[in-house]
């Protein structure tokens, strides 16, 4: 379990930060926070993806079950800006100021997170 924490936290934070390098909507207000704002977004994943992709499956009957990847990590980016966003002290310190650039957030880390599932979960246990 910490293995894929840590495998997710390094994969997430390069998503993170290059996101905030390509598209000028994405903000970090140091490039040293990419690491916890990845480290948030591990957690969030690895914590909360399975239960909130069978929730969600479960409550369409799984007829969007094609899209739900790009869903379920739409609403875990949300949650880790709101997690920033709360407290006065971390305001500031991610924000992303554009749906377009939200967008591609999600693209990309549903992408990453494909890559950390064939990595981390289904080759292990095929192989």
């Known amino acids: 379990m910490a293995i894929g924490v840590g495998v997710r936290l390094v994969i997430f934070t390069a998503v993170f930060w290059l996101g905030a390098r390509r598209l000028e909507a994405v903000?970090?207000?140091?490039?040293?926070?990419?690491?916890?704002?990845?480290?948030?977004?591990?957690?969030?994943?690895?914590?909360?993806?399975?239960?909130?992709?069978?929730?969600?499956?479960?409550?369409?009957?799984?007829?969007i079950s094609v899209v739900m990847p790009l869903i379920v990590n739409g609403l875990l980016l949300f949650a880790t800006v709101k997690v920033f966003a709360w407290r006065e002290q971390t305001r500031g310190w991610f924000a992303i100021e554009s749906v377009v650039a939200g967008l591609w957030m999600v693209l990309f880390l549903t992408v990453a997170h494909g890559v950390c599932w064939l990595g981390l979960d289904y080759l292990p246990m095929h192989l």
């Open 27 to 63: 903000k970090l207000e140091s490039k040293w926070l990419a690491p916890v704002v990845g480290l948030v977004f591990a957690v969030l994943d690895t914590a909360l993806y399975w239960l909130v992709s069978r929730g969600a499956e479960l409550a369409t009957f799984g007829a």
